[in-house]
């Protein structure tokens, strides 16, 4: 009985690390995400050394400091106003042209909210809290 028992706190125990694990990844993932979308758009853009800045940037998410978290913040943030700049810059080009440019706008503008949201995730989730502050 007693091996049996401590067989099912060692589950649990497993279980739990697991969950903690998981809920990392989904949190994670929305930054990671955002970051490598800018590092794609400014690809395109030919703007090669903020390509790389974006491609690195996930990875100052393992140094456990609040710089680190305003700096993603703060990057996050200020990638979700290009993709709205970009979106303007497009969706006139496409009104001038006289081509469709309303599911450009929703399409891009989409990107923008979630690179914003990826960014206040610092300042609204409490893991986030808990691991940076």
Not at 73 to 85: D, P, S
Not at 108 to 113: E, N
Request: hydrophobic share 60%.
């Amino acid at each position: 009985m007693s091996n049996e028992s401590s067989l099912q706190n060692e589950v649990s125990e497993n279980k739990s690390g697991f969950g903690k694990i998981m809920i990392h990844i989904l949190i994670f993932f929305p930054i990671v995400l955002s970051s490598l979308l800018l590092g794609a758009h400014f690809n395109k853009a030919g703007w090669l050394p903020l390509v790389i800045f974006c491609a690195l940037l996930p990875f100052l998410l393992f140094i456990k400091r609040v710089w680190v978290a305003r700096l993603v913040q703060i990057v996050l943030i200020l990638g979700a106003i290009e993709w709205i700049r970009i979106t303007i810059v497009i969706a006139q080009g496409r009104i001038d042209a006289g081509d469709d440019w309303i599911r450009l706008v929703i399409i891009l503008g989409g990107v923008a909210l979630f690179t914003f949201l990826s960014g206040m995730l610092f300042s609204w989730s409490k893991s986030l809290k808990k691991i940076y502050f």
